[in-house]
């Protein structure tokens, strides 16, 4: 009695395909989850230099109307370039060393150059564990002031 009723079990645990798709999202779940947390870090990556290609662009225009003809006011003026850049910033705090202000070219065409360089990136997904920087950011701007 106990022989038919084993052997009909067996015979629908060989016809069961809930365990073959389990095995099958196994094999399949961890490469579908790098994928899905590598487009979220790659989307935070995209949207962190956004923002500061934003704010470096800002602090480029602030400081194209800033005056600068004695060493004095151009020591003031890179202050407040670089205080503003480090405000626009919003995502996380900036360090201040990181900017770097700087006046390009001769009288007639001078332009304020600022740059931001080693802005660190650390990425959320637990596969990719090294710590970045985003690329440079630089903008130019005539200044106003001849």
Known sequence: MNGPRWRDRWRRLGRDDQAAAMVEFAIVAPLLFMLVFGL???GRFMFEYHHLVNAVRDGARVGAVLPMAT????TASYNTITTHVVSSVSLRPI???LVSVSEVGT???RRVRVSVTGYPFEP???FFTRRTTLPSVTAEYRYEFQ
């Open 40 to 42: 979220i870090d790659v």
């Open 71 to 74: 060493a004095a006011e151009r």
């Open 95 to 97: 360090n201040p060393r």
């Open 107 to 109: 009288a007639p065409t």
């Open 124 to 126: 959320t997904t637990p």
